[in-house]
C-alpha cells in the first residue's frame, strides 16, 4: 500500500467524519483509528457494520485482578518497570492498582481506540501522565462521540468510511502491521 | 427435417421462455427475500461464527441481524420478529431494549418468550441497582438468576457479576476469609459448568479465580479451555490469553525439572497451534 495514498484517504476521512465533531475534538482521530482497526479485524464479512465505538473497559474485572497479575503486568515491561521501580519495589499498590486500570487496556488489551487517545503519552512514554488524564479524557472522549453519533448520519459516514478504507486492500496484513501503517500515515496528516 | 427443425426452434423457445420465468423468479425471489429471513440468515450466521470463535465477525451479523428484525416489525409485526429481535439484543448486551422486545413477543403469542422477559428484566434491574450504589439487592438477584435461571446468556452474565462482586471483597479480607471466598466462587462456577461444560466464559471465569487462589496450572490449563471454546468478546479473549502468559511465568519460576519440562512441553504444543511467536507473545499483541 502506498503511504501517500493512504495519507490522501485519511485526510479525506477526517473532513469527512469532522464535519460531526467540534474544532479540536479530542475523539475525532481515536474513532477513526479505532474504526479503522475493527474494520480490519471485521473483513470476512462482505458488509460490515460498525455501529459503535467500542472501549475495552470493564472496570470491576480491571479492579478484581490478583496483586500478582498487577505486579507481573508492571515487572514485565521493561517501560513500565523504569518509571514505576519505586512502587514496584515498594508493593504499592495503592499507586499501582490505579495505574493499572488506566494502562492495562491501552498496553495489555491494546484497545485501538485508547492507543490514539494517549498517542503522544504512549510515544514519549510518559506513562504517569496518561495515568492522571486518562478518566477526564475518555469521559470528554466518550461524551463527543455521544454527541456525534445523535447526528443523522454519522454512523453511516464511520460505515462508509471503513468499507472505502477496506476497499484499499488489506486482505495479507495482520491487524498488528495494519495498526502501525496507520499510525505512520496519521502523523503525516 | 423441416419438423425436426421446427420443432427444435419451439423447444429451444420453451427453454428460454422457462429460462426468463427462473431468472424472473429467483430475482424477484433474492431482491425481495424478507426482513425477517433476512434477520434469521444473519442471526443463525452469527451463532455460527460464534461456535467458530469468531466473536467479532458474530457481533457484526448480530447488528445486523437487529437492523432487519427492526425493519421487519415495521412492516410485519410479529412473535418471530420480536424474539429474533430481543436475541439479537441480548448477545450485545442491550438489556432493557431486549426485555421489551421479548415482552411483545409474548403478547404476541410466544410462550417461552415471556418467562425470558422476566429474566432479562430483572437482570436489567440488578444491573441498574448496583450502578446507583444497591450492592445488596442486585447480588441477591444476581445470585438467584444464576441459580435458577433458564436462559443461558442471563445465567452466565448473572454468574460474571457475582464472580465479581465475591472477588471485589478480596483485597480486604485476611488470607483464610480471602480463601473462603475464592473456593466459594469456584463451587458457583464449577455447578454452572456442569450444567454447560462448553460455554468459554465459565472456563474463562474459573481460570481467573484459580490465578486469585495461586493455582496456576489448573488456571492454564482453564483459559486454554476456554481459549479453545471461544470467548463472547476479543477483550476477554485478549485478557485470556495474558493470563496463559502470567500462568506460564509464575510456572516458569515454581517447576522444576522433570515436571517443568513436562509443562513446558505442553505450553509449546498449545503456543504453535494459536501460532504464537513466542511463549510470551500472544499472536494479537504488538511486538
Same mark, same amino acid.
Given at each position: 500500500m502506498d503511504e501517500k495514498k493512504l495519507v490522501a484517504f485519511l485526510k479525506q476521512s477526517r473532513e469527512i467524519l469532522g464535519d460531526f465533531f467540534t474544532a479540536g475534538s479530542l475523539a475525532l482521530l481515536p474513532v477513526m483509528f479505532s474504526s479503522l482497526v475493527w474494520a480490519v479485524n471485521r473483513r470476512g464479512e462482505v458488509k460490515k457494520k460498525i455501529l459503535e465505538v467500542k472501549v475495552w473497559l470493564e472496570p470491576e474485572t480491571l479492579k478484581n485482578k490478583p496483586a500478582e497479575f498487577v505486579l507481573d503486568f508492571f515487572e514485565n515491561s521493561p517501560e513500565l518497570r523504569a518509571v514505576y521501580e519505586e512502587e514496584i519495589r515498594n508493593r504499592d499498590f495503592r499507586a499501582l492498582r490505579p495505574a493499572f486500570r488506566a494502562l492495562y487496556p491501552v498496553l495489555g488489551l491494546q484497545d485501538p481506540f485508547l492507543e490514539k487517545l494517549f498517542f503522544s503519552e504512549l510515544k514519549n512514554h510518559d506513562y504517569r501522565r496518561l495515568v492522571a488524564e486518562f478518566r477526564p479524557r475518555l469521559e470528554s472522549a466518550l461524551s463527543e462521540i455521544r454527541a456525534a453519533g445523535k447526528r443523522e448520519n454519522f454512523w453511516k459516514a464511520v460505515d462508509r468510511v471503513c468499507g472505502e478504507f477496506l476497499n484499499l486492500g488489506w486482505? +495479507? +496484513?495482520t491487524e498488528d502491521e495494519v495498526r502501525e501503517l496507520l499510525k505512520k500515515a496519521m502523523e503525516k496528516m | 427435417m423441416m419438423n425436426q427443425g421446427g420443432k427444435k426452434r419451439g423447444l429451444s423457445k420453451g427453454t428460454l421462455f422457462g429460462a426468463v420465468v427462473i431468472l424472473a423468479l429467483s430475482l424477484l425471489f433474492s431482491g425481495c427475500a424478507s426482513s425477517l429471513h433476512k434477520a434469521k440468515l444473519h442471526l443463525a450466521g452469527a451463532q455460527d461464527r460464534e461456535r467458530s470463535f469468531r466473536t467479532e465477525e458474530a457481533v457484526a451479523l448480530y447488528h445486523m441481524s437487529l437492523v432487519e428484525a427492526e425493519r421487519e416489525i415495521r412492516k410485519r409485526p410479529s412473535a418471530q420478529a420480536y424474539m429474533i429481535k430481543g436475541l439479537a439484543e441480548v448477545k450485545l448486551a442491550r438489556w432493557s431494549e431486549a426485555s421489551r422486545s421479548f415482552s411483545q413477543a409474548a403478547a404476541l403469542g410466544d410462550e417461552k418468550a415471556e418467562a425470558w422477559a422476566r429474566e432479562v428484566s430483572l437482570f436489567g434491574l440488578a444491573v441498574s441497582l448496583q450502578e446507583q450504589g444497591l450492592a445488596g439487592p442486585a447480588l441477591r438477584l444476581y445470585s438467584i438468576l444464576s441459580e435458577r435461571g433458564k436462559f443461558s446468556p442471563v445465567v452466565q452474565a448473572a454468574l460474571g457479576r457475582l464472580v465479581d462482586s465475591q472477588l471485589e +471483597? +478480596?483485597?480486604?479480607?485476611p488470607e483464610k476469609e480471602r480463601e473462603k471466598i475464592i473456593t466459594k466462587s469456584i463451587g458457583m462456577v464449577e455447578k454452572a459448568l456442569d450444567s454447560d461444560p462448553a460455554c468459554g466464559y465459565y472456563h474463562y471465569l474459573l481460570a481467573q479465580l484459580l490465578g486469585h487462589g495461586g493455582k496456576y496450572r489448573e488456571s492454564f490449563e482453564e483459559a486454554v479451555m476456554a481459549r479453545e471454546l471461544g470467548l463472547p468478546k476479543l477483550e476477554l479473549q485478549r485478557d485470556n490469553d495474558n493470563q496463559i502468559v502470567f500462568c506460564y511465568r509464575r510456572l516458569k519460576e515454581s517447576l522444576a525439572g522433570e515436571e517443568w519440562a513436562e509443562f513446558s512441553r505442553t505450553y509449546r504444543l498449545w503456543i504453535s497451534k494459536w501460532k504464537w511467536p513466542d511463549e510470551e507473545t500472544p499472536d494479537w499483541k504488538r511486538r
Open positions: 486482505t +495479507l +496484513l | +471483597l +478480596l483485597p480486604s479480607l
